[in-house]
Every structure is written in C-alpha cells, then in structure tokens.
C-alpha cells in the first residue's frame, strides 16, 4: 500500500480539537489579582494544547521568554522584542475598503491545518453551530497567542458581530489569569486578515487601561471616556462578569457602536480585560472593562514606524520588531506614535455623544 501524502498524514496525526463546554458557573468571578499563577480548566485545557503544537512544530517560529521592559514615565508602557513575528509572519493582506467583502482566493481560515485549532468552546444549551474554534496564531505575540473564530465555512469579513464579542468576554472570564485578553482590529485598523476573527492572548504584566478611572457618558448603557489612556477610549464595563444577560447586552451594545462607526467612515479596534470599575476604584478582577478606539482608516503600515498600531498598542502593550527600537524607544515617542493613529480627543468626545444617543434611544 503506498504511503499517504503528507496532508493525509497532518489529518491522521493531526489531535483532534477538544470540545469544551462551559456555562455561568465556570467563570473566575472571584480572586483574581496581580501576580497571579493560578490556573483554570479553562487556561489548562489552552496552554496545554499549545504548547504541544509549538513542541510538533506548527508555528512559524519557536518562541522563547521575550525581552521586556518598562518604559520610564507615567504610563508605564509595556515594551517586548519579538524579532521574530516581525520577519516571520504572513504578509497583511491588501484591503482598500472598511466594508469589502470576504474574498475566497485571498487567505484565510478554512486554509489553517488541522492541527491548528486547539478547543471548541461552546456555551452549554447553545447549538453547535454557535461554537466558537480557538486556534492558534502561528506567529504569537505572546505565549498563549491564539484566534477565536466563528465557523470558518462562514466566510465572514472581518466586521465583529455581538454573538463572537460575547464569547471574547466569555473567554476572559473562563480564564483566571488577570493578563489573559481578547481583542479585535478592524479592516483599517491593522486587521492582516479580512475573515472574522478576535485575538487572545496571555500577558503577565497589568496594562495602564485596567485601572484608570473613565469619565460618564451614558451610565443606562455603561458607556464612559477612558482618558488616561495611551489613547482616549470609548469604555463600556460589565460589573461582575454581568451574568449572562449582562455580556449579552454590553456585547449588542459595542457592536452597535462600532457599526456606527463604520457608518462613519471610523475604523476601530476593540480590546477586552479584567478591570475596576470606571471610577478605577476597585482591582482587576471586579469587572470587564471593553475600550473601543475610533480612527481614520489606514491600509498600509506606516513607513519608519517602530510598532503598528493596533489593539494591543493602544491598551499600552508594544511588541516591536528592531533590538534598536526597543533600547531607545520613551513614552512620548510612544504616545505620539499611538495618539497619531486615533482620534483626538475633541473629536472623539463629539463621536461619543452621538453614539451616547444611539445607545439611549
């Protein structure tokens, strides 16, 4: 019998993802703060599966402790050096648009190997067809880097919907890390992909958006400005994990806001961690802080630039790709650099009000 080919061997070799199944009860809705080495069904199941596909080889690199330091000043800027995702990973696709559609000759997710794909993560009661692929991002930021993805055979752009934000805070809450976080880009806003997908990925240092108080723009729909900040921020808080209703409705509402913005000719980016409240009184791991940044689309990357801007930036996390960069870079190169990419605050207060009255009605 001759031998099979090489993609017959991936898919006979290949782990089959687990299914993992959770409900209200399984989130950490309790102790979580800074340091922290505890562990979930939830972060055993992930990191586990994992670090077995680095081990097989299923990354396009191999990723070792990354150098990090803290930038001097009062933002305390996190930056790491990854050499590596800088040379190694996938060129962004080109996208022109911040509505064109899923195009099945460009790249995308129905194409990743079998291996690939870690859990199925499905809210107990829900269909299967509401389950939720996690991934791995074969060039991590971080350990844990991983992909949330809707069916793939979908073919969904990569515009974010209620039903996959839900289960990005859902997934916060499984983890009982405080640096375990999910975001999304959207096109125009550093989005390498045009096929829905959110990122998470584990951090093990607090970022400056976890804590820092927000001023009130609609308090019926939990919606603040988040102004001490790398960037001002939109900020919608969910008390305690909400509950089940309570993601739902901070999930619509988000969602809702950010297809206004659309609307608007806005990009955005979207990143969700554990935080106190917005009047920063309470640690990290009282609630779920949601920041949604507005900004001119950009489709290329800016030429020079020592980061890109995109979700993880903008909470104060910069992967950089040059050693020299990551010596000589200060926190107002760094914030000029991020601020630059958003709106200003003038005209993020006005874009506020109006999605404030979007909210309300």
């Known amino acids: 019998m001759a031998a099979g080919t090489g993609e017959d061997r991936e898919l006979r070799d290949s782990p089959q993802p687990k299914d993992f199944e959770y409900c209200e ?3 950490i809705l309790e102790g979580v703060s800074w340091p922290s080495d505890a562990l979930s069904r939830f972060d055993r199941e992930l990191l586990g599966a994992w670090q077995e596909r680095m081990e097989r080889g299923l990354f396009r690199y191999r990723l070792a402790e ?17 050499v590596q995702r800088g040379t190694e990973r996938r060129r962004p696709q080109a996208v022109r648009s911040l509505t064109e559609p899923f195009d099945p000759q460009q790249f995308n997710f129905t194409q990743i190997r079998p291996g690939e794909v ?27 880097h991983v992909l949330l993805l809707p069916e793939p055979a979908l073919q969904l ?38 096929h829905l997908h959110m990122h998470g990925f584990y951090l093990a240092h607090p970022l400056p958006v976890e804590a820092a108080p927000a001023e009130p723009l609609c308090p019926a729909r939990g919606l603040s400005l988040l102004r001490e900040a790398p960037a001002p921020a939109l900020l919608f808080y969910a008390a305690g994990g909400g509950g089940g209703g309570g993601l739902e409705a901070v999930a619509r509402d988000a969602c809702r806001a950010a297809g206004r913005l659309l609307g608007l000719g806005l990009a955005y980016n979207v990143f969700v961690t554990r935080g106190a409240p917005p009047q920063g009184s ?27 801007v995109a979700l993880c930036e903008l909470a104060g996390h910069l992967p950089l790709r040059a050693a020299a960069d990551f010596q000589a870079l200060r926190e107002d190169d760094a914030l000029r650099a991020i601020r630059r990419a958003v709106l200003p605050e003038p005209e993020l207060r006005r874009v506020a009000a109006h999605l404030a009255r979007l909210l309300e009605d």
């Open 25 to 27: 009860d399984d989130f």
């Open 118 to 144: 870690l859990l199925r993560l499905r809210r107990r009661g829900s269909a299967e067809s509401d389950a939720v692929l996690v991934a791995i991002n074969v060039s991590p930021l971080e350990r844990g």
């Open 157 to 194: 752009p990569q515009a974010l919907t209620p039903e996959l934000l839900r289960a990005g805070l859902e997934a916060v809450l499984l983890s009982a890390r405080p640096g375990f976080r999910v975001g999304f880009n959207s096109l125009g806003a550093s989005a390498s992909v045009n």
């Open 66 to 82: 990354l150098p990090t330091r803290v930038l001097p000043g009062t933002m305390r800027l996190l930056a790491q050096l990854n």
């Open 282 to 308: 309470a640690g990290p791991g009282a609630g779920l802080r949601l920041l949604l940044w507005a900004r001119r689309p950009r489709f290329e990357a800016e030429p020079g630039a020592p980061f890109d």
